[in-house]
Nanobody, 122 residues
Framework: QVQLIESGGGLVQAGRSLRLSCAAS????????VGWFRQAPGKEREFVAA????????YYTDSVKGRFTISRNNAGNTVYLQMNSLKPEDTAVYYC???????????????WGQGTQVTVSS
């Protein structure tokens, strides 16, 4: 089973940027769709963005459209989430996972990693 390692989180002021990375060990992301989720304190984990590895098609939740960009590397083992114009409501633990879109929702397919904390101050 692939192990997912998220990194790149931190504490930033509103309006600033961060880039998160998701590295897969054990195998590559090729032929899969990979997504980012986030979970804020006291809230359920929610979908943020996804990328279809083979063609590069991307999907975003409405609240991050125009601010976040998901991308992948050519080696097939790292997914990025570039987050610009960060807002305090983006504060959460961010997780990546292989995903599938079914029953009108994005769902994770593998076990969750530890995630990376993003804190945006106002």
């Amino acid at each position: 089973q692939v192990q997912l390692i998220e990194s790149g989180g931190g504490l930033v002021q509103a309006g600033r940027s961060l880039r998160l990375s998701c590295a897969a060990s054990g195998r590559t992301f090729s032929r899969r769709t990979v997504g980012w989720f986030r979970q804020a304190p006291g809230k359920e984990r929610e979908f943020v963005a996804a990328i279809v590895w083979s063609v590069g098609t991307t999907y975003y939740t409405d609240s991050v459209k125009g601010r976040f960009t998901i991308s992948r590397n050519n080696a097939g083992n790292t997914v990025y989430l570039q987050m610009n114009s960060l807002k305090p409501e983006d504060t959460a633990v961010y997780y990546c996972n292989a995903v599938i879109y079914m029953d009108s929702r994005w769902s994770a397919m593998d076990s969750w990693g530890q995630g990376t904390q993003v804190t945006v101050s106002s």
